[in-house]
T-cell receptor
Framework: GAGVSQSPRYKVAKRGQDVALRCDPI?????LFWYQQALGQGPEFLTY????????KSGLPSDRFFAERPEGSVSTLKIQRTQQEDSAVYLC?????????????FGEGSRLTVL | AQTVTQSQPEMSVQEAETVTLSCTYD???????LFWYKQPPSRQMILVIR??????QNATENRFSVNFQKAAKSFSLKISDSQLGDTAMYFC??????????????FGPGTSLSVIP
C-alpha cells in the first residue's frame, strides 16, 4: 500500500517477554519517528531516524527499548523484558525529509498489552 | 526545549456550530512548523492543517482555519460548520526546521472534541 504500515496491530505479552514491533514507512521517506501513546494521552517522542542513522533516541524510556533501521527503510522497535508500564500504542510516522512540507504520515499503531 | 500545551482536555459543540481549540507552544527556534492532527477513534492520526512560522498569513483548509500569533506563541484551531465526523482527539504539534540534521516533532496532550447532533 501507499501508507505507513505497522505490525502487529495488537500484541499481548506476558511480563518479562521480549517484543518486536515493525514499521514499514512510505517508500522514499527519509525521516522516521517512533512515538508511545498511552490511553487518552498525546504521543510521546521515542526516537528519530534519518535514513539508517538514529539521530535522536532521547525519548526511549530505558535501556530495555531499542530501535533500528538498518537499511534506511523498515524500522523495528524492540522492547526487552516487558513490564506493565510498557502497555501503550506505539505509533510510527514517516516524512519525506529535507525541503519537504513537514507533514508526518502515521501508521495505525501497534497496541501492546503487557499482562 | 520544545513544549506544546493544550489547556482544554474536552470540548463539545453542536452540529453546524463553530468551535475553537487552543494551543500554546514554546520553542527557541525562529522558524518552525506547527500542525493540528486529528485522531478518530480508529486511532490513525491524520493531518488537519499546517502553518509555517515565517508565514504571517493564517492557514485555512476548507472548514478549518488557524489563528497563529507568533509573538504570543499561540496556535488555535477553528472548526466551522462542525460535522459529526469531526468527533475525535485533536493534537497540536510543533516541528523544528527540516534543514538541520536534528528533527523532532512534539505533540500536545490533546483535546477530545465531541460534536453533538
Amino acid at each position: 500500500g501507499a501508507g505507513v504500515s505497522q505490525s502487529p496491530r495488537y500484541k499481548v505479552a506476558k511480563r518479562g517477554q521480549d517484543v518486536a514491533l515493525r514499521c514499514d514507512p512510505i517508500s522514499g521517506h527519509v525521516s522516521l519517528f517512533w512515538y508511545q501513546q498511552a490511553l487518552g494521552q498525546g504521543p510521546e517522542f521515542l526516537t528519530y531516524f534519518q535514513n539508517e542513522a538514529q539521530l535522536d533516541k532521547s525519548g526511549l524510556p530505558s535501556d530495555r527499548f531499542f530501535a533500528e533501521r538498518p537499511e534506511g527503510s523498515v524500522s523495528t522497535l524492540k522492547i526487552q523484558r516487558t513490564q506493565q508500564e510498557d502497555s501503550a500504542v506505539y505509533l510510527c510516522a514517516s516524512s519525506l525529509g529535507q525541503g519537504e512540507t513537514g507533514e508526518l504520515f502515521f501508521g495505525e499503531g501497534s497496541r501492546l498489552t503487557v499482562l | 526545549a520544545q513544549t506544546v500545551t493544550q489547556s482544554q482536555p474536552e470540548m463539545s459543540v453542536q452540529e453546524a456550530e463553530t468551535v475553537t481549540l487552543s494551543c500554546t507552544y514554546d520553542t527557541s527556534e525562529n522558524n518552525y512548523y506547527l500542525f493540528w492532527y486529528k485522531q478518530p477513534p480508529s486511532r490513525q492520526m491524520i493531518l488537519v492543517i499546517r502553518q509555517e512560522a515565517y508565514k504571517q498569513q493564517n492557514a485555512t483548509e476548507n472548514r478549518f482555519s488557524v489563528n497563529f500569533q507568533k509573538a504570543a506563541k499561540s496556535f488555535s484551531l477553528k472548526i466551522s460548520d462542525s460535522q459529526l465526523g469531526d468527533t475525535a482527539m485533536y493534537f497540536c504539534a510543533s516541528r523544528r526546521p527540516m534543514k538541520t540534521s536534528y528533527d523532532k516533532v512534539i505533540f500536545g496532550p490533546g483535546t477530545s472534541l465531541s460534536v453533538i447532533p
